[in-house]
């Protein structure tokens, strides 16, 4: 399929945000990505409809798009490495077994399977020619959602340091980590929202302040659903009235949606925020 190249350099959008971990330097900052929209197989099928010299039809890029991912997924599961453009794709799996255990059919809930990648040359090469934006983000207003983390890992800063983080998992305590995020008041829209935004479910769950565990100005925690599949995609929207203090009732509510969505199954990919000042532990 001949397809003209895009004609605009890439442009990566990078958060500034305050490293609130290091505690003897106080002007330093850690960048992530901007994240944009979830982009589906049609949205890319139209982008290279729209590129062709051909004039392919977006629906059947689409469909052999989707075609192509199926067959990936099926040799993945068989044990193949698969190299792409993209880059390189290989199955994972983690678990320890006794050796008794080893006659009988493997207990699926004591061994993790997953996919590992490796990015390409070219992939590599489309990172290095983007050009980058960074926007500091010095001084919001309002309550400052940083990243959702395990349990384990808001309790435990010290062994994400070491590269030791824990996965948000399904049916799972997980914690938003940030600034001035305490939940409270008496509205009805007070308190968490997830949106799922991969697919095509636009999946919402809510919890109401009563639900929220632990609930501070710096984490604010709640129970993952169990039926969250691995690798969903979430974004998270909070709503609270109360005042950066955790204490003063305002007299509207005020709205924050974390700019970084999170994956169940996957560690958060920013420091979130950092040690919060010595909460207690979830328990």
Not at 64 to 89: D, I, K, P, Q
Request: proline letters at 5%; hydrophobic letters at 40%; one cysteine or more.
């Amino acid at each position: 399929m001949a397809a003209k190249a895009p004609t605009q350099k890439a442009k990566l959008a990078l958060k500034a945000i305050p490293y609130s971990i290091t505690t003897d330097v106080k002007n330093d900052y850690y960048v992530s990505p901007k994240i944009q929209k979830n982009l589906s197989m049609d949205d890319l099928a139209a982008e290279v409809a729209a590129l062709s010299t051909r004039q392919e039809d977006a629906e059947d890029i689409a469909r052999t798009g989707n075609a192509l991912l199926r067959r990936l997924m099926w040799y993945l599961s068989s044990g193949y490495s698969v190299s792409t453009e993209l880059g390189s794709f290989r199955v994972t799996a983690k678990g320890v077994l006794m050796e008794a255990e080893l006659t009988d059919a493997p207990d699926r809930s004591r061994i993790t399977l997953g996919v590992s990648y490796s990015m390409s040359d070219a992939m590599r090469q489309a990172l290095a020619d983007a050009e980058l934006d960074i926007e500091i983000q010095k001084a919001a207003v309002g309550p400052q959602l940083y990243a959702v983390v395990s349990g384990h890992d808001a309790d435990h800063p010290e062994a994400v340091t070491r590269g030791e983080s824990v996965p948000v998992s399904a049916g799972q305590t997980c914690v938003i980590k940030g600034k001035g995020i305490k939940v409270g008041g008496p509205g009805e829209d007070i308190g968490v929202t997830l949106r799922r935004v991969d697919g095509s479910s636009g999946q919402t769950v809510f919890f109401p302040a009563s639900q929220l565990y632990p609930n501070s100005p710096s984490r604010v925690g709640f129970v993952m659903p169990a039926s969250a599949p691995d690798q969903s995609e979430w974004e998270v929207t909070l709503c609270t009235q109360l005042a950066s203090d955790g204490k003063t009732l305002l007299k509207e509510a005020r709205t924050a949606v974390m700019a970084d969505t999170f994956v169940v199954g996957q560690v958060a990919t920013t420091p979130g925020g950092g040690d919060d000042g010595g909460e207690l532990p979830l328990g």
